[in-house]
Every structure is written in C-alpha cells, then in structure tokens.
C-alpha cells in the first residue's frame, strides 16, 4: 500500500511550451501534497506545498505563474511548468501526506528535458 | 531555523565494511527524524524512522538511534551491499500530527564496491 505515482516518468519539451506533471496518490487520500526539485548530485528543495480544494503555498524564490499547482482531488495534484526554459530542467519529485495518518510517500520521480 | 546537517559524501566503502553516514539536526520543536534512500533514477525511499529521543529505528540492517542530547541521528550498518549503493538523505518534520513539510539535509552518496 501507500503508493504515490508520476506522470510522466520523463519529458522532453522544447523552449516556450509548457509540460503538465501528475502526481496521484493511488491507495490512499491525500489532502496535502508536496513539490519538490532535485538539481543533479544536489538535495530536494521544497518548492510548494499543495493543498486539495484551496491555493498551493510557494516557497520563497518559487515563482507561483511559472510553477502552477493544482490540486482538484484527495488523490491528484498537477505542476505545470509554464513556458519552460532550460533552466527549468530538473528532476521533479512529488509526495502526498496520508490525511489520516499524515505519513508522507513520494512519487519515483518526472526527469524534465527542456530543449 | 529548522535545519538538518549530514557529513558530505562521498563515502566510498568495500562490500562488508561498517558504515556511519552522520545526520545532526537543529529544530525549534520536538521533531521527528527520518533516513531515506534514493536509488539512481529514482524518487526516495523511507528506510527508518524515530519519532522520540531514545527511539531507534531499523530496517534492512541499517539503524539509527534518535540521540536528543546531542540532536543527532546517525545512520549505521554492520556489513554493506554493492546493493546499498545511493544517495541517503536525513530528515527532520515538525507536528506530525499535520501535514508539514520535511527539512531534509543534503544527500551523502554511499558507493560500495567488491
């Protein structure tokens, strides 16, 4: 049990377009979800924290118009990163908070190749 | 702030060797202290967890000692895998009676070889 999905699992997109991730919670309600960002050989870094039915918290530095998060379910949050940039390239990690238990599991995981 | 400081990597260790990654921690509550694994390409992994001081967690012979005193956390093996070789991350949340968010440290990459 406790498993949490992404999708994709990998994208490559082109500069100036703009690339949905899903992260569902597939056995379990989550009425939080997490968005993290991994550059390489580095530590995740909180980007928002994803609340179901209401707006998503940024952390300071994250901008809230290129990162959007939506989150219209207990099982499913989204991140679209809006006319993307190379330097949005990253590996971009979800976790979803049991609403019951309030243990966290992540996502594997969506590498993001902007060209 | 709360913050989570590991010892950098990379360690680099020959299969069966003992292996302490070390994790301290400074929170301005009565945290909860986690270790997770990340394996190449991967998302991460909750190995263990201790929730109060003196609590020691386990798991896939790997253990960590939750040490209030010295706001420490550990990780250790007895004997390493080439399989054990990723990236393992200390943790720290607060009110885990909520949804918060995990203060992680900085990843210390673990490479075992025969």
């Known amino acids: 049990g406790a498993v949490v999905s992404q999708h994709p699992s990998w994208v490559i997109c082109k500069s100036g377009t703009s690339v949905k991730i899903e992260c569902r919670s597939l056995?379990?309600?989550?009425?939080?979800m997490f968005w993290y960002r991994q550059f390489p050989k580095q530590s995740l870094m909180l980007m928002a924290t994803?609340?179901?039915?209401?707006?998503?918290?940024?952390e300071q530095g994250v901008e809230k118009d290129k990162f959007l998060i939506n989150h219209a379910s207990l099982t499913l949050s989204t991140l679209t990163v809006t006319s993307a940039h190379p330097e949005d390239s990253s590996f971009y990690i979800c976790?979803?908070?049991?609403?019951?238990?309030?243990?966290?599991?992540f996502g594997p995981g969506t590498r993001l190749t902007v060209t | 702030g709360d913050s989570v400081t590991q010892m950098e990597g990379p360690v680099t260790l020959s299969e069966e060797a003992f292996l302490t990654i070390n994790c301290t921690y400074t929170?301005?509550?009565?945290?909860?202290l986690f270790w997770y694994v990340q394996y190449p390409g991967e998302g991460l992994q909750l190995l263990l967890k201790?929730?109060?001081?003196?609590d020691k967690g386990s798991n896939k012979g790997f253990e960590a000692t939750y040490r209030k005193e010295t706001t420490s956390f550990h990780l250790e093996k007895g004997s390493v895998q080439v399989s054990d070789s990723a990236v393992y991350f200390c943790?720290?949340?607060?009110?885990?009676?909520?949804?918060?968010?995990?203060?992680f440290g900085t990843g210390t990459r673990l490479q075992v070889t025969l």
């Open positions: 201790a929730t109060k001081a003196d």
């Open positions: 976790s979803a908070s049991n609403s019951l238990t309030y243990e966290q599991y």
């Open positions: 929170a301005t509550g009565y945290p909860s």
């Open positions: 994803s609340n179901e039915g209401s707006k998503a918290t940024y």
């Open positions: 943790a720290l949340i607060l009110n885990t009676g909520t949804a918060s968010k995990l203060t």
């Open positions: 056995d379990f309600q989550a009425t939080t």
